[in-house]
């Protein structure tokens, strides 16, 4: 159960984090940040995302909960929301749910021109926790069901990611060379495929839960 929980969240966050995709990104906001800057934001930026998403993993579901908000509208609107972000990535589109939009990139380029610390916005949010990966991390949480071994292997795959995050950014430089725009969509389309095939279990448990078909 713990494996198979860990494997589960581990491959969906991999895809809405994208460590290696925002590393290049994160390569292209510093080109001349020195290497004692670089890994300065890369640290903040991934301490300020992993704090993000555990908060949300612990208290998105109480606040949906005052909202009435029921467990199987969040699994279906989850599930349709990481379907949409499947699809962008399966054809390389690029949306706000996994990715900075055209003008929150603009914002940033000129911020790191400006030689603000750009460890809060955009790396932290919303490149590491977006709206998708925030969304997903809720859901994950409340399909553990009370379980401690699968909150615990909710917790350890992000724990995995963020740590993977972090390597991908003191690395962006050699992974910016290595891979370029075709490697990341080659990456990009296949994490794709995997979301969006369990975007669409999150909807029929959703529905089957909702007790609209019974």
């Known amino acids: 159960m713990f494996f198979e929980t860990y494997i589960v969240v581990l491959a969906s966050l991999f895809a809405l984090v ?7 990104i994160f390569a292209s906001l510093t080109p001349t940040r020195t290497p004692y800057r670089r890994r300065l934001y890369a640290f903040k930026g991934v301490l300020i995302a992993s704090g993000l998403l555990l908060g949300f993993m612990f208290l998105g579901e109480f606040f949906l909960k005052h909202l009435g908000i029921s467990l199987a509208a ?3 609107s989850g599930g349709i929301l990481l379907l949409i972000m499947g699809i962008d990535m399966v054809f390389a589109r690029h949306s706000g749910g996994t990715s900075t939009t055209d003008e929150e990139e603009q914002e ?4 790191s021109l400006a030689k603000e610390d ?8 919303p490149l590491l926790a977006g709206p998708g990966a925030i969304g997903a991390i809720i859901l994950f949480h ?3 069901e009370g379980s401690t071994e699968k909150q615990i292997a ?3 795959a992000l724990a995995t990611i963020m740590l ?8 962006s430089s050699f992974l910016q060379r290595i891979l370029g725009k075709t490697g990341m969509n080659v990456i990009n389309r296949i994490m794709g495929v995997l979301l969006s095939a ?17």
């Open 18 to 24: 994208d460590p290696i995709g925002n590393a290049i």
């Open 74 to 76: 969040l699994r279906t």
């Open 108 to 111: 940033a380029m000129e911020n």
């Open 118 to 125: 750009i460890s809060v916005f955009p790396l932290a949010t």
């Open 142 to 144: 409340a399909n553990t």
């Open 154 to 156: 909710v917790v350890a």
């Open 164 to 171: 993977a995050a972090l390597v991908c950014l003191l690395a």
């Open 198 to 214: 369990l975007a669409v279990q999150f909807v029929f448990d959703g529905l089957k839960q909702s007790g609209l078909f019974t």
